[in-house]
C-alpha cells in the first residue's frame, strides 16, 4: 500500500474517533459519565418498564428559603438517576427491553427559560441515545392513563414501575415549587390510584417510589389498587448521589426491619 494511501486511512479513523469522543463528552458534561457497561444478560424482559420523572423547582423559589430547606439546585436530580436506570435495564435485558419514560415537560419548560439551558433537547438526546420511548406528560392523570391505555395491556404488560420526584406520605408531587414556592400544583394522589387497572401488571412486577415519606401510606394504596408491593421509604430521600437516591437516616425502606419514630 501506498504512503499516499496509508496517510489517507489514518486521517479518516482519525476523524471517526473524534466525533465518538466528542459525542461522549457531550454527554458527559450534562449527565455526568454513563455506567460501566457491563455484559448483557441472556433472561429475556416479559413486559414494560415505566420511569416517571417529576418536576424540577425554580431557583428564584426555593433561594428565598433558608438552605437547609432548598430543592434542586440542580436541574437532573430526577433525570439522571432515571437515565442511570435505563442503562441498568439495558445492560439487564439487552436492548429490546420495553422502556417508556414518563416526564413532567412544564416544570422543566420554565427551568429551561431559568437556567437559560436548553433542557428540554438534553432530555430529548436520552431517548435519542438509548432509543426507548418518550412520553411527556403534563397532568397526574397522564401517568394512570398511560399504565391503563398506553399499551394493549392484554399483549404488553407492565414489569416495572419507578418514581422519582418529589412526594409527601400521600401524593407524587408530580411539580411542586415551580409555579408557586414550597406548593404543588399538580400530583396523584393515592385515592386515584383506585382508577388503575391492576390486570395492567406482571404478577412479579417491581415497583419502586424514591419520593420521600410514600412508604408511609402511599405504597399501601399502590398495593391495594393494583395487587403489586411497592418499595418506598419512611422518611426522606436524598438525591445527592445523581446515580441512586438513598433514605435519610433515621428513615428505611419499607421492605426493611428497621423502625422510625417521627420527632413530635
Known sequence: MSWFYQNKIILVLTGILTVLLSSTEKSS??????????PVKTRMSRGEFIIL???????KWENLRKEKYQH????????RPARARIQELQNEYGNQCEITWLVYKPSYESRSNEDGKPLISWIESVRDKYKIRLQWISKGEDIINYINNG??????????????GHSNRHAFLIDYSNRIIGVSTVWLQEEELKRINRSSFLRKSKCISYGC??????AKKWRKSTGISMRAAIGKTDYTNPLKPTVVSPGYWNDSRSIFKRKK
Open 151 to 164: 399499551k394493549d395491556r392484554a399483549k404488553t404488560k407492565i414489569a416495572g414501575f419507578e418514581y422519582y
Open 72 to 79: 434542586d439546585r440542580w436541574w437532573g436530580n430526577f433525570i
Open 213 to 218: 415519606n410514600t412508604g408511609e401510606s402511599m
Open 29 to 38: 458534561a450534562i449527565f455526568g459519565r454513563s455506567l460501566k457497561q457491563s
Open 53 to 59: 420523572s417529576g418536576g424540577t423547582a425554580l431557583r
